[in-house]
């Protein structure tokens, strides 16, 4: 499932500035920090974020809810990665690996892989925290 991009296109206008004053401290949520990949603008967008193991390392989950063909994703793919903030505290990710739900579950650590794997979504990002 997809949520609707009338949805997407609402949340980036509306919901997302709202969300930015609070979701890199919030928990499950984070916001990436990215850059334009034409533009060379910095952008900051609010997700739901899960900790995961990534090929052996600590990394992050993100379910796609509004499919693969993201601004942020595409910008991600790239620059090789970006930052996050997340609990107050701001990283570098990379390696961003789309895969689908029931891959990134085997990853997802502690409570929230049952959650996870639950969620009505179909494809995920991995991403390898790396600083």
């Known amino acids: 499932m997809q949520l609707p991009q009338r949805l997407a296109r609402f949340n980036r206008h509306v919901t ?24 060379g603008k910095p952008y900051r967008t609010p997700l739901t974020v899960f900790n995961a ?11 796609l809810t509004y499919g693969p063909d993201r601004d942020w994703l595409k910008n991600l793919n790239a620059a ?10 701001t990283f570098h990710v ?3 690996q789309t895969v689908t739900k029931e891959e990134a579950a085997a990853h997802v650590r502690g409570a929230a892989h049952r959650v996870f794997g639950r969620l009505p979504f179909e494809q995920a990002v991995l991403l390898t925290k790396t600083g």
């Not at 090789?80 to 505290?89: A, D, E, F, L, T």
């Open 16 to 39: 997302n500035p709202i969300q930015r004053m609070w979701a890199g401290w919030a928990p499950s949520f984070g916001i990436l920090e990215h850059v334009g990949r034409k533009s």
């Open 53 to 63: 193991d990534v090929d052996g390392k600590p990394g992050v989950a993100i379910l």
């Open 80 to 89: 090789g990665g970006g930052q996050m903030r997340r609990h107050g505290k």
């Open 94 to 96: 990379a390696n961003p």
